[in-house]
């Protein structure tokens, strides 16, 4: 267990993150320079991860699985009877170009509305990769989807989306539909742990993190959990 667990928050919300998190970080750098990327979805598709990733190796996702488990369930008042389920687990490279981004890459995003998944993010790129923004949804207030605003926010989103096109860049800052409450700036082996509920997106330099070389480009580790 690592001994400098800490937590802030941003617009209200528990984010726990854990500085010098392994041992030897530049092993998980070069498992990642030996490891097949691949497309995260269809280009054509223009939604999802925009960029590519690789399965992250087993040992990885099991040891920090059994140290996350009870780190989240004490941080984030998830019932402690309730299992762990493992999601993704994959090293990620951001890639894709502003210009070639879909409207829906362009905006915060939350990854699911049930009330305990958690994304674990663990850093293996420094501060000039920018970092993760967090965001309150202007026209609903909302900052966390839930299962009974998933729908009202959905709407609303997609109707603003349709209405005014982003623009195409990465999402860094506020604007008309989107407040931006605070940004967990990228470190070199850093882990962060926040619930998937919440707005979030990449902060990223595009002249700096586009590049699908693990040793140059904005890479991490994504790993998934649900309770």
Known sequence: MPCDIQSVE????????????????HALVEAAR????????????????????APAPAAYTQSITALLEPLIKV??????????????????????APDALGP??????????TPHYMAALLYLCDQTHGGTGFYRHNA?????????????????????VNHRRPPARYFDR????????????????????????????????????LSSDPGQGRLTVNTFYDF
């Open 75 to 96: 941080n984030f008042g998830v019932p402690e009877h309730l299992p762990v389920k493992v999601g993704l687990s994959a090293f990620s490279l951001t890639t894709t």
């Open 140 to 160: 609903t207030g909302l900052q966390r989807i839930t299962a009974d605003d998933r729908e009202r926010y959905l709407d609303a989103y997609h109707e603003e």
């Open 10 to 25: 941003v617009g209200g919300q528990t984010i726990v993150f854990i500085d010098d998190f392994l041992e030897d970080p």
């Open 34 to 53: 030996g490891s097949r990327f691949e497309p995260a979805g269809s280009p054509a598709e223009q939604k999802g991860y925009p960029g590519l990733r």
């Open 104 to 113: 829906l890459q362009r905006t915060p995003h939350f990854d699911a509305s």
């Open 174 to 209: 506020s604007d008309e539909q989107f407040t931006f409450l605070g940004m967990m700036p990228a470190r070199f082996n850093r882990l962060v742990v926040y619930p998937g509920s919440l707005l979030h997106s990449a902060c990223i330099n595009p002249a700096r993190s």
